[in-house]
T-cell receptor, first 115, second 113 residues
Framework: AQKVTQAQTEISVVEKEDVTLDCVYE???????LFWYKQPPSGELVFLIR??????QNEISGRYSWNFQKSTSSFNFTITASQVVDSAVYFC????????????FGRGTQLTVWP | DVKVTQSSRYLVKRTGEKVFLECVQD?????MFWYRQDPGLGLRLIYF???????EKGDIPEGYSVSREKKERFSLILESASTNQTSMYLC????????????FGQGTRLTVV
């Protein structure tokens, strides 16, 4: 069975703090894909990143960075120097490599950044 | 840019009504999905479709059905709405193959009274 766990339900930080959102996944597949999505108050999920199971390189995009570690089945997301506009719900998701389509989502982490 | 449009942003329906939630995409994507989002539960898959007239049950299909008569449109149907179907409904599409990302609509917040 596939499972994605986001243990942090809510996180509050003050602007300019760094914050890490945790994601732990379970799958027996050797090929799979991991995703992060952002859901701002407007409601629409916005794609942030996709990683396949064969690529463990960490990625940095501006203030965002992702740490993928197969040894611990984790795909953590760090925001550096957080801003108020980062306030949103963040979802981690898994797609199996053996079947088409569907995503398995974690329960999400509500991030609030205070000015 | 991919555009995924859900017919209503907010909807209020009465118990027992038949409810149609519509989703239209403009990028010729093969795969379409309906998810339900509830606080503390994340997104749960209701139904999905890989092609016209094809549908597959997700994790929570009970009380729902779907229709995909045209590639660009995927409808979610609540045959007889109940209060426990009050939720946020999100439509998603993806081009396929499997290593592409999904694009989401803005969501429909349905309240059943």
């Amino acid at each position: 069975a596939q499972k994605v766990t986001q243990a942090q339900t809510e996180i509050s930080v003050v602007e300019k703090e760094d914050v890490t959102l945790d994601c732990v996944y379970e799958t027996r597949d050797t090929t799979y894909y991991l995703f992060w999505y952002k859901q701002p108050p407007s409601g629409e999920l916005v794609f942030l990143i996709r990683r396949n199971s064969f690529d463990e390189q960490n990625e940095i995009s501006g203030r965002y960075s992702w740490n993928f570690q197969k040894s611990t089945s984790s795909f953590n997301f760090t925001i550096t120097a957080s801003q108020v506009v980062d306030s949103a719900v963040y979802f981690c998701a898994l797609r199996r490599g053996s079947t088409l389509g569907r995503l398995y989502f974690g329960r999400g982490t509500q991030l609030t950044v205070w000015p | 840019d991919v555009k995924v449009t859900q017919s209503s942003r907010y909807l209020v329906k009465r118990t027992g009504e038949k409810v149609f939630l519509e989703c239209v995409q403009d990028m010729d994507h093969e795969n379409m999905f309906w998810y339900r989002q509830d606080p503390g539960l994340g997104l749960r898959l209701i139904y999905f479709s890989y092609d016209v007239k094809m549908k597959e049950k997700g994790d929570i299909p009970e009380g729902y059905s779907v229709s995909r008569e045209k590639k660009e449109r995927f409808s979610l149907i609540l045959e007889s709405a109940s209060t426990n179907q009050t939720s946020m409904y999100l439509c998603a599409t993806e081009r396929g193959p499997m290593n592409t990302e999904a694009f989401f609509g803005q969501g429909t917040r349905l309240t059943v009274v």
